[in-house]
């Protein structure tokens, strides 16, 4: 339970404080793509063997106005930008679930710099994708 619930954590948008005074508050995104329609989330992981390219992806941008971190209210992310991603397959999830993105900031974890990407459902991640995360940790 506690590892669905750090991954869910790790890609959801999450509230920080803002201010000297820590008296304001404002909402960060995590980074997303949409693929295929779809939205994906990065995770911070390495260990993932890249296949071959799929096509595109957009990156997702972020409305955190309107955030309120007392009430559980954090910014959305849905919106799709303009910028387009170079997406790879992985070999050990099917893209339905997982892809690795070419995007910024480079994964320092790998050579290559891709970041691997996760589907997001209503309730989160796939259950394939958890233990897959969960396994090579």
Sequence with gaps: MFAACSLF????CTATSSGEDGGGSAAS????????GELYTRVKHADFTVSDALGSSRRTL?????????SGTIG???TVGTETYTTYRIEELDAGTAVAV???PA?????DGLNLYVLQLDGG??????????ENR
Excluded: E, H, I
């Excluded at 995104?29 to 295929?36: E, P």
């Excluded at 991640?125 to 969960?134: I, S």
């Design 107 to 111: 994964n320092a974890g790998r050579r």
């Design 76 to 78: 959305t992310v849905g």
């Design 125 to 134: 991640p796939p259950d394939d994708a958890k233990r897959f995360l969960d």
């Design 62 to 70: 972020c409305d955190d106005t309107g955030s309120d971190p007392s």
């Design 9 to 12: 954590l790790a890609v959801a």
């Design 102 to 104: 070419r995007d910024t």
């Design 29 to 36: 995104c995590a980074f997303a793509v949409q693929f295929r």
